[in-house]
C-alpha cells in the first residue's frame, strides 16, 4: 500500500500568518509540527502521522487553516479503509487547531472513490476487502463501517467550517466526502457520481443524508438510482456546488473564500454553524429557543471582552 515518502512529513507547518485573498496559500519550507497529534482521542504525533502515511493524507495547516490532502494521484486518490481512519484522527486533531477545513485531493482529481483492489478476492494489502467484511457477523461489519463513517462525519459535526476544494472526479466515496463537508467549491471540469448501486452497494459512509436534505429525496434517489454524472454546474443548480470556477483559479478561489471566513470573529461563526447544522432537526420553536441560547452566549462573551479574539 502506498504511503507517505519521508521527504514529504505528513503533518506539516507553513508561514503561520493567514494569506490575503488570492495569494499563495503556503510560503517557505515545510517543518514537522513539533508535538502535534493532540486529538480527541489523544492520540501522540508519531501515531497520527503513521495514520496519515497509512491513509494517503497529508495535513497542511497555516494559520488557523488546515489543509487535508488525499495524496494519491497515481491511484486518482482512491479510498482504503485506511484512509477512512487517517481522515477520522485528522478530523479529531483539526478540531483544536484550526478554524477552517480545506479538504481537496492532489491534482487532476478530488477522489476515484475506493480503491478497486477491494473488490478483488485479494482485496487490499493489510485491509479487509468486501469479499472479507461478507464473511464477517453482522454486528462485525457494522462496527466496521461505523468506524469508517467517522471519517467522514467529522468534517460536517466538528465546529470549523470544513471546505471541498474538488477537480476532475469525486465518485462514490469521493462524492460522500464532497459531501460531507459544510461547503463545495468546484472546478469548472468536476464531475460526480454516486456509483454504489451500479456495484451492488448502497452508499455507507453518511453521505445519503447530505444528499437527501440538500437534493431532495426524488432527485437523491434518481442520482444514486442511475448512477449518472453530474457536472459542477449541475451540481450548483441541484444546490450540492456553492462555487463553480475556472479549474486554474481553483486555489485561488478556495483561498478567498477561506479568508472571508477567518476575516470574522470564530467563536460566532462557530456558534452559527451549530445553529444552522441542527435547525431542520428542530421545530420552528426549538430553532427560536436555541437561537436565544446562542446569542446570550455570544453577548455574555461581548461583555467579557472576548470577542475581540478569532479563535
Known amino acids: ?58 495535513l497542511e495547516l497555516s494559520g488557523r487553516r488546515l489543509d487535508v490532502v488525499l495524496t494519491r494521484p497515481d491511484r486518482r486518490n482512491a479510498q482504503t479503509p485506511s484512509t477512512w481512519r487517517a481522515l477520522a484522527a485528522a478530523g479529531a486533531w483539526a478540531v483544536e487547531v484550526a ?8 491534482p487532476p482529481t478530488f477522489s476515484a472513490g475506493l480503491d478497486r483492489r477491494a473488490f478483488t478476492p485479494e482485496g487490499l494489502p493489510g485491509e479487509p476487502g468486501l ?31 470544513s471546505i471541498a476544494a474538488v477537480q476532475g472526479h469525486a465518485v462514490g466515496a469521493g462524492f460522500q466526502l464532497a459531501l460531507a463537508c459544510d461547503l463545495v467549491v468546484a472546478a469548472d471540469d468536476a464531475s460526480f457520481a454516486m456509483r454504489e448501486p451500479a456495484l451492488g452497494l448502497v452508499p455507507d459512509l453518511a453521505g445519503t443524508w447530505p444528499l437527501v436534505h440538500q437534493l431532495g429525496y426524488a432527485r437523491a434517489l434518481e442520482l444514486c438510482a442511475t448512477g449518472r454524472w453530474v457536472g459542477a454546474e449541475e451540481g450548483h443548480a441541484l ?25 470574522n470573529p470564530q467563536p460566532a461563526v ?42
Open 1 to 58: 500500500m502506498t504511503t507517505t515518502q519521508p521527504d514529504q512529513p505528513s503533518v506539516v507547518v507553513r508561514d503561520q500568518a493567514v494569506p490575503a485573498a488570492g495569494e499563495a496559500r503556503h510560503e517557505g519550507p515545510p517543518v514537522v509540527i513539533p508535538g502535534a497529534g493532540a486529538g480527541e482521542q489523544g492520540e501522540p504525533a508519531a501515531q497520527l502521522a503513521a495514520l496519515l502515511g497509512a491513509g494517503g493524507l497529508r
Open 270 to 311: 462557530r456558534a452559527t454553524k451549530a445553529l444552522l447544522r441542527e435547525a431542520a432537526c428542530r421545530t420552528p420553536a426549538e430553532q427560536q429557543a436555541a437561537e436565544r441560547r446562542a446569542q446570550i452566549g455570544r453577548l455574555r462573551a461581548m461583555a467579557s471582552g472576548a470577542l475581540g479574539t478569532n479563535h
Open 131 to 161: 469479499f472479507q467484511l461478507a464473511l464477517a457477523a453482522d454486528a462485525v461489519v457494522d462496527a466496521d463501517i461505523a468506524e469508517f463513517q467517522k471519517g467522514f462525519t467529522c468534517w460536517r459535526d466538528g465546529p470549523f467550517v
Open 99 to 106: 478554524d477552517v477545513v480545506v479538504v481537496r485531493g492532489e
Open 239 to 263: 444546490g450540492f456546488v456553492q462555487h463553480v470556477v475556472p479549474t486554474a483559479r481553483l486555489g485561488a478561489a478556495v483561498d478567498e473564500l477561506v479568508a472571508a471566513i477567518l476575516a
